[in-house]
């Protein structure tokens, strides 16, 4: 197990449910304070659910979700995002009829009343992700990969201190995935704590310190990437029962 | 881009000044100052409904309110015409919010925000039209005592004029909405309410101030409307009338746009006179000018009239 800090993001005993369907179920983990972290699983495991509830947008049916301490559960997204919980989304959410530079600036305004001082950061935002040629097109004149970044461009603007990104590398083909991998370590490196959800396995293993598994709901290994993958937990929740056995038997052989 | 905005206001504000010299018919002169009272009701929704993208059918219950307030202060209570005015926007945006608080918390939104709208303006119709204090059916006169202190002109020139300001300060207004802080919000609100509201807007907080502000202006032509017209009915007030008046010109002429209102309350209303000077006075031939005018406009992308003719002069 990594060392863990529970002062910074701590999800506890987080279940939802919702009808017949336990889409969350009894999931704990840490954010440890300046690290990336994965949250990576098979499909329908329940990770973007789990997501939602962090990022205020759903209510889990029972847990908690604590942010340096502090009982957050279910307080609403605009909140979270002032207390400096920013998030992506996985499908994209750009707003359609307006500029790169205003959709960008419309999360700058969250800490800056001024326009000026909005669009100033909404530029510079830009600049890190790679959108500066892009700033006076429409958002949705922009291809999935210049979407995927106002996306990430929104969400840093608000300037957070954890930022959850919920897919942004799926969907791009691997020279985008190259040219956005080093982008999301000099967000880090500036200071903001990653949580991402990630299905392209090349860009976890390059960039998460500490990476969480979720299958069917459940977290069913924690560590270094390294570590995970090796877990038969892991390789079996991907694979199907016994997937494990037979790869090692393979390997022996 | 910015200052050719300003100077698009300023010039419509002083070609639009010099109307008075040069139309001194009395009929055509009524025609223009009704036209502008319309086109501040549009500005009015034009702020909800254009920058917020929350579609009210039902202005006329803000248009209304202001409406009954200024003739029934100052007549049955002798408050001074101006400050019943003022007191009638205030109360309109106060009505606003309660609709709003009431439908955006339930989460209400297109189709059944609309409804919601159309439902609160006749009730509040069928109510006026009942009580006593509105003058029931009968309506409600404003007593004819033309001095300036009283709101009321000897020339309809200066009444032009003063609906003109209006209609100006709501340009302005609105043009200072669009580069604010408010505005990038309500806008994000109407293209993506979640994502919104994941980069730290308050939804519904924004949305209140949103139909609050429309609410003041599409009253403050009500208000303006009764001390033009002097008289006021139920059918008036809250017609639905006023409420398709409201939400036409915006989407004809360019919704969630400065101009968009102005543009949209002058072409369908000269079209519209146009026709009636044409065919003599058909009822309800206003109404199919503005259901062709509607059709055109929303048939062909982008659906309002300073897009067509960008769309024509880029020659496609």
Redesign the interface.
């Known amino acids: 197990m990594i060392e863990a800090d529970p002062a910074f993001l701590a999800v506890r005993n987080v279940s939802m449910r919702f009808g017949g369907l336990l889409a969350v179920s009894d999931a704990s983990f840490f954010v440890k304070e300046g690290s990336i972290t994965g949250l990576i699983g098979p499909n329908g495991a329940g990770k973007t659910t789990l997501f939602a509830i962090v990022s205020g947008f759903q209510k889990p049916t029972s847990g908690h979700v604590l942010w340096k301490g502090e009982e957050i559960t279910a307080r609403p997204p605009h909140l979270l995002a002032r207390a400096g919980i920013a998030r992506t989304f996985q499908i994209v959410q750009p707003f359609a009829g307006l500029s790169v530079r205003e959709n960008i600036a419309v999360g700058a305004f969250l800490r800056h009343a001024k326009r000026d001082d909005a669009i100033a950061l909404a530029e510079k935002v830009a600049e890190r992700v790679g959108l500066t040629a892009e700033l006076d097109k429409p958002a949705a004149a922009l291809t999935v990969a210049g979407r995927k970044r106002v996306e990430l461009a929104k969400a840093l603007a608000t300037e957070p201190k954890l930022l959850l990104l919920d897919e942004v590398l799926a969907g791009l083909n691997p020279s985008e995935v190259r040219d956005i991998v080093p982008v999301v370590r000099a967000i880090r490196d500036s200071g903001v704590t990653v949580l991402m959800i990630e299905h392209v396995m090349q860009a976890v293993m390059n960039l998460c310190e500490a990476v969480h598994v979720l299958a069917q709901g459940r977290i069913i290994a924690s560590g270094t990437p390294a570590e995970v993958v090796a877990t038969p937990a892991v390789v079996e929740a991907y694979l199907g029962h016994g997937a494990a056995t037979r790869l090692s038997g393979q390997r022996d052989a | 881009m910015k200052d050719r905005q300003l100077a698009l206001i300023l010039g419509f504000a002083a070609v639009a000044a010099l109307v008075p010299f040069f139309v001194t018919a009395g009929t055509w002169l009524n025609f223009a100052v009704f036209t502008l009272i319309l086109c501040l009701a549009a500005q009015g929704w034009n702020i909800l409904g254009g920058y917020g993208g929350q579609y009210s059918f039902g202005h006329a219950a803000f248009f209304g309110t202001t409406a009954y307030l200024t003739a029934v202060l100052q007549s049955r209570y002798g408050i001074n015409p101006y400050a019943a005015f003022a007191i009638g926007i205030a109360a309109a945006a106060a009505v606003g919010w309660v609709i709003g608080f009431l439908s955006f918390r339930s989460g209400l939104k297109g189709s059944y925000f609309a409804l919601v709208t159309l439902a609160f303006a006749e009730v509040f119709r069928v109510v006026a039209n009942a009580s006593d204090i509105t003058g029931g059916a009968a309506g409600t006169l404003i007593k004819l005592d033309v001095r300036p202190e009283n709101f009321q002109f000897a020339s309809r020139g200066t009444f032009f004029w003063v609906v003109l300001a209006m209609v100006v300060l709501a340009m302005l207004l609105t043009r200072a909405l669009e580069?604010?802080?408010l505005g990038?919000?309500m806008?994000?609100v109407r293209?993506?309410e979640?994502?919104?509201?994941?980069?730290?807007?308050?939804?519904l907080q924004v949305k209140l101030s949103a139909i609050a502000l429309s609410a003041a202006i599409t009253g403050a032509a009500g208000g303006l409307y009764a001390q033009y017209f002097l008289y006021l009915d139920a059918t008036i007030a809250y017609g639905t009338w006023i409420s398709v008046e409201a939400l036409l010109a915006p989407i004809v002429g360019g919704a969630g746009t400065v101009f968009g209102p102005v543009v949209g309350s002058i072409v369908l209303h000269s079209l519209s006179e146009f026709t009636k000077s044409l065919v003599g006075r058909i009822p309800g031939i206003d109404l199919v000018i503005f259901g062709i005018m509607l059709i055109l406009v929303v048939r062909f992308p982008p659906r309002n009239i300073p897009g067509l003719i960008r769309r024509w002069r880029s020659g496609r």
């Not at chain 2, 979640?194 to 939804?203: F, I, S, Y």
């Open positions: 580069r604010s802080r990038a919000q806008v994000a293209e993506n979640d994502a919104a509201r994941a980069l730290g807007v308050d939804a």
